[in-house]
């Protein structure tokens, strides 16, 4: 069974970093696409960047200037590299995975992923 393990977390002052790390464990498959989403307390969760094995990424624009998502393919491991943080992204953050090609419009919602990881808590304080 694929288990998607995700750390790294934690709180961060406002303009820290903190890197994420998601590891796929047990994934059968030759392809993946993997992606970073995040949700708010009573809302929905959102794209925030996508990586695939094949080298696509996507970034959500909110992240495109302060989120870099990274791979070591090898590795099945995918990386958020965030900086510049305020207290709005505080949030837990979900790694999640597929192992089929996604159409670009589609990569950044959440019903194009059937794997999922347990999520990690960011919080960011003033």
């Known amino acids: 069974q694929v288990e998607l393990v995700a750390s790294g977390g934690g709180s961060a002052q406002t303009g820290g970093s903190l890197r994420l790390v998601c590891t796929a464990i047990?994934?059968?498959?030759?392809?993946?696409?993997m992606a970073w989403f995040r949700q708010f307390p009573g809302k929905e969760r959102e794209g925030v960047a996508i990586i695939s094995s094949d080298g696509c990424i996507k970034t959500a624009d909110f992240a495109k200037d302060r989120f870099t998502i990274s791979q070591d393919v090898a590795k099945i491991t995918i990386y958020l590299q965030m900086d510049s943080l305020p207290p709005a992204d505080t949030a837990m953050y979900y790694c999640a995975a597929n192992s089929y090609s996604i159409s670009w419009p589609f990569l950044l919602v959440t019903s194009q992923y059937h794997y999922w990881g347990q999520g990690t808590l960011v919080t960011v304080s003033s």
């Open positions: 047990r994934y059968p498959h030759s392809r993946y696409t």
